[in-house]
């Protein structure tokens, strides 16, 4: 049913409950009520979602956004509660920054504190949070490693894994390029493996024609990295990529934008580079204009593909927290409930695609478990 004929229906059976009640003093807050419920309706895109955000005991209204699942378990939480003067260390993945920015941002929006968020690649995020214990939260666009686990235990932190979201890892090339549009995995992998400077695409597959490649990378720390290297090079140590001619551009996705949207690749003139390189699927989304997504083995990423799990190089998305930061800290599990409860309002606008609820609801449980909701 469409969204016009639902509300159609919404309206019609309200104006039938104002009927019969039209007679009781309290008509006023009857209709102020109902001009409330068409509009939660309005912000809610499928039946099933109005259930969930309806039955959830998260309490009324908690969590409500365009559309999405909201795990039942928590309690509502109100960003105007929130101690400023209480603050939260959140560092990690470049992939998921920009998710945790925009919850940041609604949060900030509803009169929440400001936490910073740094940008240090899922790596660097963890050993800030299991090995130096320096913060809260670690956002990661890859799982957390057993020797990560083992660390985080030599600190009495107990971990809790915060699923957030799916990611299609994209490869992109410019609109000029003609001819690198669907590649294999084959193909990407001999791409990231070239060590000669005079390479060309060539090198890569010799039915390509001879252009100058140039190959754009996150560094070693990046879980973007690292989830690249596990689907490409099944996990090879060290990665082919780390002695290949490819541009290491660190945490930096934007290096990549620009060394690959401005490569001047043009069809007939073998004389111009042409370069390619890789990041999350929201970095494409917000320069789609400049570059063209790569198909891989012919599928090209998209929230359907990441579903039906036909995209070779899609991943989850995770946050980590510890069971003792949640109990000791009120506020970061204040701030985490209201993540869950938030992440599938913005997350198809940042270009990430949602989690499956009942990972969300997993992550909900833990959270209440450790937090004594």
Known sequence: MSKYLRLFAIVAVLALIAAACGGDDGGTDDTEGATDTTEAMDDTTTTEAMDDATTTTAGEGAGTGDAGFVPEGLPTIDPLDADPSLSIGIAGSSTVFPLSTAVMSKWEDEGGPNYPIDSIGSGGGLERFCVEGASDIANASRAIKDEEIAACAEIDRTVVEVRVGSDALTLVVSPGNYFATDLTIEQIATAF?????????????????????????????????????????????????????????????????????????????????????????????????????????????????????????????????????????????????????????????????????DALQAAADALAAAAGY
């Open 193 to 357: 493996s070239l060590t000669d400077a005079g390479a060309t695409w060539a090198d890569v597959d010799p039915s390509f024609p001879a252009h100058p490649i140039a190959l754009f990378t996150p560094g070693t720390d990046s879980g973007t990295f690292d989830y690249f290297n596990e689907v490409i090079f099944d996990e090879a140590d060290p990665s082919p990529i780390v002695s290949s001619i490819a541009q290491n551009v660190g945490e930096d996705d934007n290096v990549t934008v620009q060394g690959v949207s401005e490569d001047g690749c043009t069809e007939g003139d073998e004389s111009t580079t042409c370069a390619i390189g890789y990041f999350g699927f929201a970095y494409y989304q917000e320069n789609s204009s400049v570059l063209q997504p790569v198909s891989v083995d012919g599928v090209a990423p998209s929230e359907d593909t990441v579903n039906d799990g036909s995209y070779p190089i899609s991943r989850p998305l995770f946050m980590y927290t510890a069971e003792e930061i949640l109990a000791e800290k009120p506020h970061v599990a204040a701030f985490m409930a209201y993540y869950l409860q938030n992440v599938d309002s913005v997350i198809g606008d940042v270009g990430y695609f949602p989690a499956p609820n």
